[in-house]
């Protein structure tokens, strides 16, 4: 990937021309008009290109240009404003603001960009900000995902070292196969987090490997077991300010949870089998272990006569093998037609079938 061009210094006047000129002499996406973010708070203006990751911002009382990272941080109290060139664009905002009922976020569409305006800021708005350009026929418009910009955006508060939750407790369940989020969110990049067990009080190893810690994030369990089960919460200190989160109850579930349905391969004794005849059809997955994996069966004659069939696990080293057989004994011309398997995991269902053919019971041979 080319490296993104840089800005040079420029003094403030030259600025403010480059900025009204931008419009003009960059040519517009055909598709989307969407052409870019500024952010400002404080008298400090920043751009983000869509799609090419590129960011400046400037400091207008030194007059220099300096690269934005993935994160920027607004003293709780200022007003933020948000620019995002492009017509139109729609906005996403963390969850606490997305039921704003007080008029603090403000959101209008002008000609050319659109504007988030966010006054009286305070830690709990802290997260991330989105501007999604968007793609429009006649007046049928989506969201064009991949051309988001977005900035994750900390507001300091002296008073709150986390962003404030209705909940004392929150119920996360574990498994095996499926990451863990403790979304214990900092208002300020600077705080300390550590992660600690109520039962027994202590601090909890994070080694970036069993245990991650991001500070737009939270910690992050990625092979949870079940001895990380409990009652855990965070820990930030900054200066002499020290506070807790709200507690987790983690709580682990006796199963893998699946990467994917299954994939199930069924195989009949044989395609075509006489009247009188055994037949038996096996149904089979290949799973994680541990993972469940129920099993039904549709066959012809179903309302006439029941079949019996078989649950059989095999580990094979990593992997499970989860079959079931279903039994047919004596075949009668009722059991001619499409055997269905139905192989369900927590991640979903998926069919299989095979055709049974059933012949007329051979004539004994004259001797």
């Known amino acids: 990937m080319p490296e993104p061009p840089q800005l040079a210094p420029v003094n403030a006047e030259e600025q403010r021309l480059y900025s009204e000129l931008l419009p003009d002499v960059r040519a517009p996406h055909p598709i989307s008009k969407a052409e870019g973010t500024?952010?400002?708070?404080?008298?400090?203006?920043?751009?983000?290109?869509?799609?090419?990751?590129?960011?400046?911002?400037?400091?207008?009382?030194?007059?220099?240009?300096?690269?934005?990272?993935?994160?920027i941080s607004v003293p709780s109290g200022d007003t933020l404003e948000l620019r995002c060139r492009g017509k139109p664009v729609q906005w996403s905002v963390p969850p606490y603001l997305e039921e704003d009922h007080d008029g603090r976020l403000k959101i209008v569409q002008n000609e050319r960009y659109g504007v988030l305006t966010l006054v009286n800021t305070t830690g709990a708005d802290t997260g991330e900000y989105t501007c999604y350009p968007m793609y429009c026929e006649d007046t049928d418009c989506r969201k064009e995902y991949d051309k988001a910009v977005k900035v994750f955006i900390f507001f300091p508060d002296p008073q709150e070292l986390f962003v404030p939750s209705s909940e004392y407790y929150e119920v996360l369940q574990l498994r095996t196969n499926w990451p863990t989020v403790l979304p214990c969110q900092v208002t300020s990049p600077e705080a300390k987090v550590t992660l600690h067990r109520e039962f027994p009080p202590v601090e909890v190893a994070v080694d970036g490997t069993?245990?991650?810690?991001?500070?737009?994030?939270?910690?992050?369990?990625?092979?949870?077991?079940?001895?990380?089960?409990?009652?855990?919460?965070?820990?930030?200190?900054?200066?002499?300010?020290?506070?807790?989160?709200?507690?987790?109850?983690?709580?682990?579930?006796?199963?893998?949870?699946?990467?994917?349905?299954?994939?199930?391969?069924?195989?009949?004794?044989?395609?075509?089998?006489?009247?009188?005849?055994?037949?038996?059809?096996?149904?089979?997955?290949?799973?994680?272990?541990?993972?469940?994996?129920?099993?039904?069966?549709?066959?012809?004659?179903?309302?006439?006569?029941?079949?019996?069939?078989?649950?059989?696990?095999?580990?094979?080293?990593?992997?499970?093998?989860?079959?079931?057989?279903?039994?047919?004994?004596?075949?009668?011309?009722?059991?001619?037609?499409?055997?269905?398997?139905?192989?369900?995991?927590?991640?979903?269902?998926?069919?299989?079938?095979?055709?049974?053919?059933?012949?007329?019971?051979?004539?004994?041979?004259?001797?």
């Open 210 to 367: 069993d245990i991650s810690f991001d500070v737009k994030r939270g910690f992050t369990i990625h092979r949870p077991r079940p001895h990380h089960a409990g009652s855990l919460y965070c820990v930030a200190g900054l200066g002499n300010l020290r506070q807790s989160s709200t507690k987790y109850m983690l709580i682990y579930v006796n199963c893998e949870y699946p990467m994917t349905p299954p994939a199930p391969v069924i195989q009949a004794s044989s395609s075509s089998v006489a009247v009188g005849e055994n037949l038996h059809i096996s149904c089979s997955v290949v799973g994680e272990q541990d993972v469940i994996v129920d099993f039904t069966w549709e066959y012809p004659g179903q309302q006439v006569r029941n079949r019996g069939w078989l649950l059989i696990k095999r580990k094979i080293k990593l992997w499970t093998r989860s079959q079931s057989v279903l039994l047919v004994d004596e075949v009668r011309d009722v059991d001619q037609g499409t055997y269905t398997c139905t192989a369900q995991n927590l991640q979903g269902a998926t069919s299989v079938s095979t055709s049974i053919n059933v012949l007329p019971k051979a004539k004994p041979k004259k001797p």
């Open 38 to 71: 500024f952010i400002k708070h404080r008298g400090i203006i920043g751009t983000c290109s869509v799609g090419r990751c590129m960011c400046h911002i400037q400091v207008l009382n030194r007059r220099k240009f300096k690269k934005v990272s993935e994160t």
